[in-house]
């Protein structure tokens, strides 16, 4: 029997990974804005990067430059991105601020939402969408539904 773990120690059983035309600038991004530490970082052909694990708190970001030979192609190579990357902050003001400072473009400012969260909601200089989200109000499933309903 073998000692490998099926899920290695340290990564979480989801981890995205982002194709970014830039990837080297977008991981400085990351840092400045999130706070992220860099875990690792594998260099590709011609300063590009073929690999990085990024921590976001216990979360795992791996990017990368694109490799559409691999299907691996970034946001604004097809149109947009159909995800949204929903991440807890210690002040979602102040990220939301940082990443605007360094080129997002802002798509919800910062606003406290029915369910308990304050959120706001960016694009990165990459095509791809953030909300960053603190959690301020303890929102039972009952007063959310009520709260909702509210919205009209």
Same mark, same amino acid.
Request: hydrophobic share 40%; charged share 25%; proline share 6%.
């Given at each position: 029997?073998? #000692?490998? !773990?099926p899920i290695p120690d340290g990564y979480p059983v989801v981890s995205p990974a982002l194709a970014i035309d830039?990837?080297?600038?977008?991981? *400085? /991004? +990351? !840092?400045?804005?999130?706070?992220?530490? =860099?875990? /690792?970082?594998?260099?590709?052909?011609?300063?590009?990067?073929?690999?990085?694990? @990024? &921590? /976001?708190g216990d979360s795992v970001v791996m990017i990368g430059d694109p490799a559409p030979e691999m299907g691996f192609?970034?946001?604004?190579?097809?149109?947009? $991105?159909?995800?949204? &990357?929903? $991440? +807890?902050?210690?002040?979602? *003001?102040?990220?939301?601020?940082?990443? @605007?400072?360094?080129?997002?473009?802002? &798509?919800?400012?910062?606003?406290?939402?029915? +369910?308990?969260?304050?959120?706001?909601? /960016?694009? #990165?200089?990459?095509?791809?969408?953030?909300?960053?989200?603190?959690?301020?109000? =303890?929102?039972?499933?009952? =007063?959310?539904?009520?709260?909702?309903?509210? &919205?009209?």
């Open positions: 029997m073998s #000692d490998v !773990k830039g990837a080297a600038q977008a991981i *400085d /991004f +990351y !840092k400045r804005v999130f706070g992220a530490a =860099e875990r /690792f970082r594998m260099p590709g052909p011609e300063g590009t990067i073929a690999h990085c694990e @990024l &921590l /976001f192609r970034d946001p604004k190579s097809v149109g947009g $991105t159909p995800v949204n &990357l929903y $991440t +807890y902050v210690e002040d979602a *003001d102040a990220a939301h601020a940082a990443a @605007l400072a360094a080129g997002a473009r802002e &798509l919800q400012a910062p606003e406290t939402q029915f +369910y308990g969260d304050r959120t706001a909601a /960016f694009e #990165d200089p990459w095509g791809h969408r953030w909300t960053v989200s603190t959690h301020v109000e =303890e929102v039972s499933p009952e =007063e959310m539904e009520k709260r909702m309903a509210q &919205l009209g």
